[in-house]
């Protein structure tokens, strides 16, 4: 069982930064592939990005690349996103996501855990 709690988001005006972490607990957190996901209102969830359980591999949604890096720290069972340049279409509730290291997926039914959210509001 691992627990998600993402934190970091917030009200922004465009071309600003925001750095969203997200706390795992469990024993064997550090063993997930994690990933993050976003939701605006009257939209599907859609993929943002996703870090393999050694943080060697990463991969993002062609709307964030070079805008967005996804990060870890296993030793405080930890993924971050840093977002950088952002755009009021990035306005959505982020979500992260865990799933046993079994590879790249950017399906959200993939994901086995799921934090609460947390909103990122950018304004023009």
């Known amino acids: 069982q691992v627990q998600l709690v993402e934190s970091g988001g917030g009200l922004v005006q465009a071309g600003g930064s925001l750095r969203l972490s997200c706390a795992a607990s469990?024993?064997?957190?550090?063993?997930?592939?994690m990933g993050w996901f976003r939701q605006a209102p009257g939209k599907e969830r859609e993929f943002v990005s996703h870090?393999?359980?050694?943080?060697?591999?990463?991969y993002y949604t062609d709307s964030v690349k070079g805008r967005f890096t996804i990060s870890r720290d296993n030793a405080k069972n930890t993924v971050f996103l840093q977002m950088n340049s952002l755009k009021p279409e990035d306005t959505a509730v982020y979500f992260c996501?865990?799933?046993?290291?079994?590879?790249?997926?950017?399906?959200?039914?993939?994901?086995?855990?799921w934090g609460q959210g947390t909103q990122v509001t950018v304004s023009s």
């Open positions: 870090i393999s359980w050694s943080g060697f591999n990463t």
């Open positions: 469990g024993r064997t957190a550090s063993s997930y592939d």
């Open positions: 996501a865990a799933r046993w290291r079994n590879g790249f997926t950017s399906r959200s039914s993939d994901y086995t855990y």
